[in-house]
């Protein structure tokens, strides 16, 4: 049984007001990176099992994904274009005839993603400065060293800087990489989402990491 | 009543009044979020409606996305929200005349079927009904050309998709 301790980010008054529900949760979890033990990937290719044409088509229509179907439209994104985490997953495993194991991280997230329908991101916890949270980007910031942000691009930040788009892609100066040895893993609440989805998502993550770490 | 018709027209807001109110912002909240409420409810239904729709695939679905994630002017909203509401309307309609079509082409195949020798050569495919597969009801002559001669028409239903074969290279 793992321990973990669900923590509540914080989030700018402005984007609380504009979306009340809108939350970050993130959970330290001390793995260190490395290649998918065998039984996480009959763990990662018995889900894509599960998958069907029929099932996708309607998993718009769900309680979890169609919240960030809607909250995506709300913040200006097409998800018919750039996909929600959970569709992207269930268009890929449509798209390649099953889910593919990359790494013990990725696939963690895949799994509790898939699950959930919660999107959830890992943050190397050693190159953060302070707690994380959600606010929109400021005039002229970056995320990481190239990728200029849109006015008021709604991010997942420390007290220092963006650290990752909201339902899209992570920086290259807070992902988690070979050598990190504690990750912060986030997931995203918005309205509609049931706070029990948001805190399973976390521990599913949080379980398979532990579990895959150990194997 | 010349001295009433005379009477100079007062503003209804004195001139300091109107400059004060001209400098605090209007309130936005409640008309971003009655919009917001909006979009989430047309999104709901241009999902209720693609999924309505599947296997058909030549109906568009997409209302072009904003830059996002991003929080959006009040502008944006309602931009978007009208998109949203024209790309529903017009799912809906397309949606609407594609099954009168397919009815008509489930008639079809029950016509062909009573008195196929009056549609000859007629082909009616599983899309052509809104169904998935490659299923199609086809009027042909029994025995090729001796069937053509005699007046010896029948529907042939194809038996489903061809088998997959071997993957190229």
């Not at chain 2, 994630?69 to 998109?83: F, G, I, Q, Y």
Request: aromatic share 4%.
């Amino acid at each position: 049984m793992i321990e973990l301790d669900l923590r509540p980010g914080w989030v700018d008054p402005e984007l609380a007001e504009e979306f009340p529900e809108l939350s970050l949760t993130s959970a330290l979890v001390e793995v260190r990176p490395r290649r998918s033990p065998p039984a996480l990937k009959d763990q990662l290719r018995a889900l894509a099992d599960r998958y069907t044409g029929a099932k996708v088509v309607q998993m718009r229509q769900d309680q979890v994904p169609w919240a960030y179907r809607v909250f995506a439209r709300q913040v200006g994104v097409d998800p018919d274009t750039d996909r929600t985490p959970v569709e992207a997953i269930a268009l890929a495993r449509l798209r390649h005839g099953g889910l593919r194991s990359e790494n013990i991280v990725d696939d963690a997230l895949t799994i509790a993603v898939a699950e959930t329908g919660v999107p959830v991101v890992a943050l190397d916890a050693a190159r953060l400065e302070g707690e994380p949270g959600l606010r929109p980007s400021l005039p002229g910031e970056r995320l990481g060293p190239l990728r200029p942000l849109s006015s008021r691009q709604i991010v997942i930040a420390d007290a220092a800087r963006p650290l990752a788009v909201v339902l899209g892609e992570v920086s290259e100066h807070a992902g988690v990489t070979a050598k990190t040895e504690r990750m912060l893993l986030c997931a995203l609440g918005v309205k509609g989402v049931p706070r029990i989805s948001i805190e399973e998502a976390l521990w599913l993550a949080g379980e398979t990491l532990y579990t895959g770490a150990g194997a | 009543m010349p001295d009433v018709i005379d009477r100079p027209t007062l503003p209804l807001v004195a001139p300091e009044h109107a400059a004060a109110e001209a400098l605090v912002a209007p309130d936005e909240s409640a008309a971003r979020r009655t919009l917001r409420d909006q979009v989430a409810r047309l999104e709901t239904e241009l999902a209720q409606l693609f999924c309505s729709s599947w296997p058909r695939k030549e109906l568009s679905f997409g209302v072009p996305g904003r830059g996002g994630p991003r929080m959006l002017s009040l502008a944006e909203l309602e931009e978007l929200r009208d998109e949203l509401a024209g790309r529903v309307a017009l799912a809906r309609r397309a949606l609407s005349d594609r099954t009168w079509v397919e009815e008509q082409n489930r008639r079809l195949i029950e016509e062909m079927l009573l008195d196929p020798a009056s549609h000859k050569w007629r082909l009616v495919t599983s899309e052509d009904i809104g169904e998935p597969g490659c299923r199609h009801w086809h009027v042909r002559p029994r025995w090729s050309l001796l069937g053509m001669l005699m007046g010896w028409w029948r529907v042939v239903v194809s038996s489903g998709c061809p088998l997959a074969g071997p993957a190229s290279g």
